[in-house]
């Protein structure tokens, strides 16, 4: 059969897959046969990325119908790019990763075995299709297998979902099954009262939500950072919060997982010991003392804050285990005070800053009281000459 008449058997319309050969219907976006996404339209695009065979590493979402759907695989392809499902050093000539998986065996192996196969994170593609560019791989190619991996999130947002590009180019690389299926069901949008009109909600197709004006309450950002003493207060507050067990006596494990995360989004995830902090009664700085999460963080994970006793030396040699100040409080009445008392008679008093107290949450154990938590050799002196001073 000639080329002509091959294609004067396809219908008006419709289109042929690539992978399996079959014709497709018009409407159809993923071919019924090999479930293949429709490649789009490469005319007029920059190919940037011509000559490359991709393999995506933690990037698409496993709950999707198939790879080829996914924003950043069709992100890839129109832009120049083959795409591979699974990772064959024979044909795969770059590696695109997930932030959090340096560690993982793909990324491993590039870096130890198949050199030659760069391991870059997707921050690199979607950089080069900000500026309409392929730069250079090397920029960003990781050369290392890290120690520790850094943080990634749980779920389907990730982070590099908030990159410029992916943010406005999204829905013009997308197609309905691009997203996992709780990304597909129809948005509530609650109609405030006017003349004639009672609240209801409303059910909005999908196809509709861009031309909906933005009326309806906008979900809060869930890639912002939360303060640590507000995140154990509401975890405490919660269900998520160990009672503690003084009575045992057995070697506590190490920690492998944060105890407080600083993500909106896994705020669910966290965990407080509520009697991290018992049998410390501390005095706070001056600015510390107007910082209630602070307060209410460490009271309901067993710390004391102490009352004044009259005088700083009073309450100083009253219960008090510690003094945390914050470091604009370095120089305050209350850390003279400390410092004089622990070179005289009270070398127990500790002092620490407030991101001692931060950290301790963040990790779930008490830390040591050395290094960048406690004050210098040279801030002490100063304080003790400043209380010679004083007294003077």
């Known amino acids: 059969m000639s080329e002509k008449q091959s294609k004067a058997t396809v219908a008006t319309g419709a289109w042929v897959c690539p992978h399996c050969t079959v014709e497709q219907q018009a409407g159809t976006s993923y071919c019924q046969m090999c479930h293949f996404a429709r490649p789009q339209d490469r005319r007029g695009v920059p190919q940037i990325f011509a000559g490359y065979v991709i393999h995506f590493n933690g990037i698409v979402p496993r709950t999707i119908m198939h790879p080829s759907h996914s924003v950043e695989w069709r992100m890839a392809e129109r832009h120049g790019a083959s795409c591979c499902t699974d990772f064959d050093p024979s044909l795969v000539n770059i590696l695109i990763y997930r932030p959090g998986y340096e560690r993982s065996e793909k990324c491993r192996a590039c870096i130890e075995r198949f050199t030659g196969i760069p391991c870059v994170p997707i921050t690199w593609m979607l950089d080069s299709l900000l500026q309409s560019r392929q730069i250079h791989p090397s920029l960003y190619r990781l050369t290392t297998v890290p120690p520790v991996a850094n943080p990634t999130v749980r779920g389907t947002n990730l982070p590099h979902h908030q990159h410029p590009f992916y943010q406005l180019n999204k829905n013009e690389y997308a197609i309905p099954t691009s997203f996992p299926p709780t990304k597909n069901k129809a948005v509530k949008v609650k ?202």
């Open 191 to 392: 109609v405030t009262a006017g003349a004639g009109v009672a609240y209801k909600d409303l059910d909005v197709p999908v196809d509709m939500e861009a031309a909906i004006p933005p009326f309806f309450e906008v979900e809060p950002f869930q890639y912002a950072t939360v303060d640590v003493f507000d995140a154990a207060v509401a975890c405490a507050a919660g269900t998520n919060a160990d009672a503690g067990d003084d009575e045992n006596d057995e070697i506590e494990a190490r920690k492998d997982k944060a105890g407080i995360e600083l993500i909106a989004a896994q705020q669910a995830s966290n965990k407080v010991d509520r009697m991290l902090f018992s049998g410390m009664t501390v005095v706070l700085s001056p600015s510390l003392q107007r910082h209630a999460a602070l307060i209410m963080a460490l009271e309901r994970c067993g710390g004391k804050v102490a009352e004044p006793q009259g005088s700083l030396e009073k309450t100083l040699r009253s219960e008090v285990t510690h003094v945390i100040y914050a470091h604009e409080d370095k120089k305050a009445d209350i850390m003279i005070e400390a410092a004089h008392l622990i070179y005289s008679d009270l070398p127990g008093l500790q002092m620490a800053q407030s991101n001692w107290l931060e950290d301790c949450l963040i990790l779930g154990e008490l830390l040591p009281l050395h290094g960048m938590y406690a004050p210098t050799e040279k801030l002490m002196e100063t304080l003790n000459k400043k209380y010679a001073k004083g007294k003077n």
